[in-house]
């Protein structure tokens, strides 16, 4: 597979970057070895490029994969919501010792929605700038759905790689549209950030258009790479095999394209938490109950992580 530097950063990573939420606990919820396996699977067909996140609860599988591939070859990025520089120390060490290793490539700010929370998290960042300067942490990053983040980051020193949601149709960008996001991508990118998107398929809304999906995000060469997450080793190969520019079995991508979507158990309380993590307007508390709109869920989990009474599940 192929593989390039995310920006300035010195960091060379596989075109495709596996993503780790949706074989967690919030989505396929794989065993720490299953998910283990999965990763190694991914590694020996040349991804060589984690992402998870201190909400994905996936720190153990990529621990026990880490003691099957040599850490060195390998990039893992995180990131937290903290915004203090206390609670961002505390995360990376988390981080740290959950994943067995005495360094993380890239760590930083989980979903930015405006420059202001940006703003908010500067404690945050500063905590993170010094993580970089005492080696255990290589690269500070920050992940949004906000072209105003994006942008935002043109000015602002520190934040080495950005991880923006981009696909061809600019589901789930949150304040404009899809050109806009692309401009914002390349602008940063130009001043050597390294872009790293996800959401390639819209949260399996473009999975009937896949291999155009996934070429159209390839072509911007300001994307140096791509997260996908992963549930099984099916959608692996034919991930693996998209990004290389292999034709997939239709039929194959058709069953996944149906096999996805968000599940609201009958004991819901209707508190309404999750009503407010959802970005999208996919929910809504309606006289029956919690109701989901599909055509705008894009799957990022955000909402289950909300639900204390585990409520939420992507089936
Ligand atoms: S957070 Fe859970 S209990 Fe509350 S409304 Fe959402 S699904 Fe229902
Ligand atoms: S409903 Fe949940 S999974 Fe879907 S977009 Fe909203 S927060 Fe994400």
Not at 69 to 89: D, F, H
Not at 218 to 233: K, Y
Request: aromatic letters at 6%; a neutral charge; one cysteine or more.
């Amino acid at each position: 597979m192929e593989r390039r530097f995310l920006g300035n950063t010195g960091i060379e990573v596989s075109r495709m970057c596996m993503g780790t939420l949706t074989m967690g606990p919030l989505q396929a919820r794989l065993s720490p070895e299953e998910g283990a396996e999965l990763i190694v699977q991914a590694y020996e067909r040349g991804v060589t490029f984690f992402d998870t996140a201190d909400l994905y609860g996936t720190y153990e599988h990529l621990a026990l994969a880490l003691r099957r591939i040599p850490r060195e070859r390998v990039v893992i990025a995180s990131r937290c919501y903290e915004y203090t520089y206390r609670g961002m120390k505390a995360a990376i060490h988390r981080a740290l010792e959950a994943l067995g290793t005495d360094y993380i490539d890239i760590f930083g700010l989980h979903e930015q929605e405006t420059a202001l929370t940006l703003s908010g998290h500067e404690d945050a960042l500063l905590c993170a700038a010094d993580a970089k300067r005492a080696g255990t942490i290589r690269a500070v990053s920050v992940s949004t759905h906000a072209i105003e983040v994006v942008e935002a980051l043109g000015d602002r020193h520190g934040v080495d790689v950005v991880h923006p949601i981009f696909n061809m149709r600019g589901i789930g960008i949150i304040d404009g549209h899809v050109e806009q996001m692309a401009e914002a991508i390349r602008k940063v990118r130009a001043r050597g950030v390294g872009v790293y998107s996800m959401k390639p398929l819209g949260g399996g809304h473009l999975l009937k258009q896949a291999l155009q999906a996934i070429a159209w995000v390839l072509s911007n060469e300001c994307v140096d790479s791509m997260a996908i997450g992963v549930r099984d080793l099916r959608e692996l190969e034919i991930d693996v095999a998209l990004v290389e520019g292999r034709p997939v079995d239709e039929g194959a991508l058709q069953r996944i394209a149906c096999d996805k979507r968000l599940f609201i158990e009958g004991w819901c309380l209707r508190c309404g938490r999750c009503v407010k993590a959802c970005h999208q307007g996919a929910l809504r508390l309606g006289p029956s109950g919690l109701e989901v709109d599909h055509s705008r869920c894009v799957l990022c989990g955000y909402c289950v992580a909300q639900c204390r009474d585990f409520c939420i599940k992507v089936l």
